[in-house]
Protein backbone atom coordinates (compact mmCIF):
# COMPACT_ATOMS: atom_id res chain seq x y z
CA UNK A 1 0.00 0.00 0.00
CA UNK A 2 1.05 3.43 -0.83
CA UNK A 3 2.35 5.88 1.97
CA UNK A 4 3.38 9.46 2.39
CA UNK A 5 5.04 10.54 5.54
CA UNK A 6 6.00 14.27 6.76
CA UNK A 7 8.02 13.78 9.66
CA UNK A 8 7.18 17.43 11.40
CA UNK A 9 3.88 18.90 11.85
CA UNK A 10 5.58 22.84 11.94
CA UNK A 11 8.08 24.62 11.27
CA UNK A 12 9.01 28.08 11.90
CA UNK A 13 11.53 29.99 10.38
CA UNK A 14 12.49 34.17 9.90
CA UNK A 15 11.93 35.83 7.02
CA UNK A 16 14.70 35.26 4.51
CA UNK A 17 15.50 31.55 5.94
CA UNK A 18 15.74 28.47 4.04
CA UNK A 19 13.26 26.24 4.17
CA UNK A 20 13.13 22.30 3.57
CA UNK A 21 9.72 20.67 3.84
CA UNK A 22 10.38 16.90 4.11
CA UNK A 23 8.11 14.27 2.80
CA UNK A 24 8.78 10.33 2.09
CA UNK A 25 6.74 7.70 0.41
CA UNK A 26 6.45 4.39 0.01
CA UNK A 27 5.45 2.98 -2.93
CA UNK A 28 6.68 -0.10 -5.19
CA UNK A 29 5.53 1.29 -8.28
CA UNK A 30 6.71 4.55 -9.89
CA UNK A 31 5.36 7.17 -8.29
CA UNK A 32 4.08 10.71 -8.89
CA UNK A 33 4.60 13.13 -6.62
CA UNK A 34 3.10 16.67 -5.93
CA UNK A 35 2.93 19.39 -3.71
CA UNK A 36 0.11 20.86 -2.38
CA UNK A 37 -0.69 24.23 -0.19
CA UNK A 38 -3.42 25.60 2.16
CA UNK A 39 -3.00 29.35 2.34
CA UNK A 40 -5.14 30.72 5.59
CA UNK A 41 -9.16 31.30 4.45
CA UNK A 42 -8.06 29.38 0.78
CA UNK A 43 -8.87 26.64 -0.60
CA UNK A 44 -6.28 23.78 -1.03
CA UNK A 45 -4.50 24.14 -3.90
CA UNK A 46 -1.90 22.30 -6.40
CA UNK A 47 1.44 24.44 -5.62
CA UNK A 48 3.89 21.81 -7.83
CA UNK A 49 3.86 18.48 -9.35
CA UNK A 50 7.36 16.35 -9.69
CA UNK A 51 6.97 16.12 -13.90
CA UNK A 52 7.42 19.30 -14.64
CA UNK A 53 9.81 20.28 -12.92
CA UNK A 54 9.38 23.45 -12.24
CA UNK A 55 9.93 26.57 -9.84
CA UNK A 56 6.67 28.00 -8.52
CA UNK A 57 6.83 30.54 -6.06
CA UNK A 58 10.37 30.15 -5.35
CA UNK A 59 10.03 26.70 -4.16
CA UNK A 60 11.53 23.88 -5.86
CA UNK A 61 10.76 20.18 -5.02
CA UNK A 62 13.51 17.33 -6.47
CA UNK A 63 12.02 13.45 -6.75
CA UNK A 64 15.16 11.30 -5.18
CA UNK A 65 13.78 7.55 -6.02
CA UNK A 66 16.79 5.42 -4.10
CA UNK A 67 15.84 7.89 -0.72
CA UNK A 68 11.84 7.89 -1.46
CA UNK A 69 11.95 11.74 -0.93
CA UNK A 70 10.25 14.06 -2.39
CA UNK A 71 11.40 17.28 -0.25
CA UNK A 72 10.26 21.07 -1.01
CA UNK A 73 12.55 24.14 -0.94
CA UNK A 74 13.03 27.74 -0.94
CA UNK A 75 16.41 29.09 -0.67
CA UNK A 76 14.80 32.41 1.21
CA UNK A 77 11.34 32.30 3.04
CA UNK A 78 9.02 34.84 2.36
CA UNK A 79 5.75 35.97 4.95
CA UNK A 80 3.29 35.04 2.31
CA UNK A 81 5.02 31.31 2.30
CA UNK A 82 3.33 30.75 5.46
CA UNK A 83 0.29 28.13 5.44
CA UNK A 84 -0.33 24.23 5.35
CA UNK A 85 1.63 22.41 2.97
CA UNK A 86 0.54 18.78 2.16
CA UNK A 87 2.48 16.40 0.12
CA UNK A 88 0.37 13.72 -1.98
CA UNK A 89 1.43 10.74 -4.23
CA UNK A 90 -0.92 8.94 -6.99
CA UNK A 91 0.05 5.77 -8.18
CA UNK A 92 -2.55 5.15 -10.57
CA UNK A 93 -2.76 3.22 -13.32
CA UNK A 94 -4.77 4.23 -16.02
CA UNK A 95 -6.83 7.11 -15.87
CA UNK A 96 -8.08 7.36 -11.98
CA UNK A 97 -5.14 9.25 -10.54
CA UNK A 98 -6.44 9.19 -6.87
CA UNK A 99 -4.29 10.99 -4.09
CA UNK A 100 -2.79 10.00 -1.50
CA UNK A 101 -1.98 12.94 1.37
CA UNK A 102 0.77 12.79 4.22
CA UNK A 103 -0.22 14.47 7.13
CA UNK A 104 0.48 17.48 6.51
CA UNK A 105 3.22 20.51 7.66
CA UNK A 106 2.64 24.02 9.02
CA UNK A 107 4.89 26.61 8.05
CA UNK A 108 5.38 29.69 9.80
CA UNK A 109 7.27 32.56 8.57
CA UNK A 110 7.90 35.00 11.07
CA UNK A 111 9.08 38.90 10.18
CA UNK B 1 -16.57 30.00 -13.55
CA UNK B 2 -17.27 29.12 -9.67
CA UNK B 3 -14.92 25.98 -9.76
CA UNK B 4 -16.13 23.30 -6.86
CA UNK B 5 -19.00 24.95 -4.67
CA UNK B 6 -19.89 23.16 -1.24
CA UNK B 7 -22.67 23.65 0.99
CA UNK B 8 -23.72 24.35 4.12
CA UNK B 9 -20.22 26.08 5.37
CA UNK B 10 -20.64 25.05 8.63
CA UNK B 11 -23.51 22.50 10.76
CA UNK B 12 -23.77 21.00 13.68
CA UNK B 13 -25.72 18.12 14.26
CA UNK B 14 -26.92 15.40 17.04
CA UNK B 15 -25.77 11.93 17.38
CA UNK B 16 -28.35 9.75 15.07
CA UNK B 17 -29.02 12.73 12.66
CA UNK B 18 -28.55 12.59 8.78
CA UNK B 19 -28.09 15.06 6.76
CA UNK B 20 -26.31 15.79 2.75
CA UNK B 21 -22.93 17.31 2.03
CA UNK B 22 -24.16 19.49 -1.39
CA UNK B 23 -20.55 19.42 -3.74
CA UNK B 24 -20.81 20.80 -7.47
CA UNK B 25 -18.52 21.73 -9.83
CA UNK B 26 -18.88 23.69 -13.34
CA UNK B 27 -15.36 22.68 -15.12
CA UNK B 28 -17.13 19.62 -17.01
CA UNK B 29 -15.01 17.29 -14.36
CA UNK B 30 -15.56 13.62 -14.89
CA UNK B 31 -13.57 12.94 -11.48
CA UNK B 32 -15.29 13.90 -8.12
CA UNK B 33 -13.80 13.34 -4.48
CA UNK B 34 -14.75 13.75 -1.29
CA UNK B 35 -12.50 13.36 1.67
CA UNK B 36 -12.05 14.48 5.50
CA UNK B 37 -9.35 16.45 7.50
CA UNK B 38 -9.02 15.81 10.72
CA UNK B 39 -6.22 17.77 12.89
CA UNK B 40 -2.96 16.58 12.15
CA UNK B 41 -4.42 13.76 9.74
CA UNK B 42 -3.79 14.92 6.65
CA UNK B 43 -6.89 14.28 3.90
CA UNK B 44 -8.35 10.87 3.51
CA UNK B 45 -10.66 9.88 0.57
CA UNK B 46 -13.94 9.09 1.64
CA UNK B 47 -15.48 7.99 -1.75
CA UNK B 48 -14.39 8.50 -5.40
CA UNK B 49 -16.40 9.05 -8.71
CA UNK B 50 -14.55 8.51 -12.06
CA UNK B 51 -18.23 9.58 -13.78
CA UNK B 52 -22.19 9.97 -13.95
CA UNK B 53 -23.19 6.86 -12.20
CA UNK B 54 -20.06 5.27 -11.20
CA UNK B 55 -18.37 5.48 -7.68
CA UNK B 56 -16.20 3.64 -5.71
CA UNK B 57 -15.26 3.83 -1.91
CA UNK B 58 -11.91 5.60 -0.70
CA UNK B 59 -9.85 4.83 2.55
CA UNK B 60 -12.57 5.35 5.22
CA UNK B 61 -16.12 4.94 3.37
CA UNK B 62 -17.64 3.37 6.51
CA UNK B 63 -20.98 5.72 7.92
CA UNK B 64 -21.07 7.84 4.31
CA UNK B 65 -22.84 7.05 0.92
CA UNK B 66 -22.47 8.89 -2.13
CA UNK B 67 -24.63 9.10 -5.43
CA UNK B 68 -23.36 11.03 -8.71
CA UNK B 69 -26.90 11.13 -10.99
CA UNK B 70 -24.93 13.68 -13.20
CA UNK B 71 -21.63 14.60 -14.00
CA UNK B 72 -22.02 18.00 -11.81
CA UNK B 73 -22.99 16.70 -8.68
CA UNK B 74 -21.22 14.55 -5.94
CA UNK B 75 -23.69 14.82 -2.54
CA UNK B 76 -22.57 13.08 0.37
CA UNK B 77 -24.93 11.31 2.78
CA UNK B 78 -24.30 10.85 6.28
CA UNK B 79 -27.18 8.66 7.69
CA UNK B 80 -26.62 8.31 11.43
CA UNK B 81 -24.45 11.05 12.60
CA UNK B 82 -21.47 10.19 15.40
CA UNK B 83 -19.03 12.20 16.89
CA UNK B 84 -16.43 10.42 14.73
CA UNK B 85 -17.30 12.53 12.00
CA UNK B 86 -16.85 15.70 13.54
CA UNK B 87 -14.02 16.57 10.69
CA UNK B 88 -13.74 19.65 7.77
CA UNK B 89 -15.19 17.95 3.97
CA UNK B 90 -13.32 18.76 1.48
CA UNK B 91 -14.87 17.97 -2.42
CA UNK B 92 -12.68 17.56 -4.97
CA UNK B 93 -12.93 17.32 -8.88
CA UNK B 94 -10.48 16.64 -12.27
CA UNK B 95 -10.19 16.01 -15.55
CA UNK B 96 -8.86 12.52 -16.47
CA UNK B 97 -5.15 13.43 -17.35
CA UNK B 98 -2.63 10.94 -16.85
CA UNK B 99 -1.79 10.25 -13.48
CA UNK B 100 1.53 12.66 -13.99
CA UNK B 101 -0.21 15.70 -14.91
CA UNK B 102 -3.84 15.24 -12.51
CA UNK B 103 -4.50 18.38 -10.72
CA UNK B 104 -7.11 18.05 -8.27
CA UNK B 105 -9.21 21.12 -7.54
CA UNK B 106 -11.06 21.51 -4.33
CA UNK B 107 -13.99 23.46 -2.76
CA UNK B 108 -13.75 25.66 0.03
CA UNK B 109 -14.79 22.62 2.58
CA UNK B 110 -17.95 21.62 4.99
CA UNK B 111 -16.96 22.25 8.86
CA UNK B 112 -19.28 19.18 10.65
CA UNK B 113 -19.73 19.04 14.37
CA UNK B 114 -21.62 15.90 15.80
CA UNK B 115 -22.62 16.56 19.56
Known amino acids: AQRVTQPEKLLSVFKGAPVELKCNYSYSGSPELFWYVQYSRQRLQLLLRHISRESIKGFTADLNKGETSFHLKKPFAQEEDSAMYYCALSCATGANSKLTFGKGITLSVRP | NAGVTQTPKFRILKIGQSMTLQCAQDMNHNYMYWYRQDPGMGLKLIYYSVGAGITDKGEVPNGYNVSRSTTEDFPLRLELAAPSQTSVYFC??????????????FGPGTRLTVL
Open chain 2, 92 to 105: ASSYPSSAAYNEQF
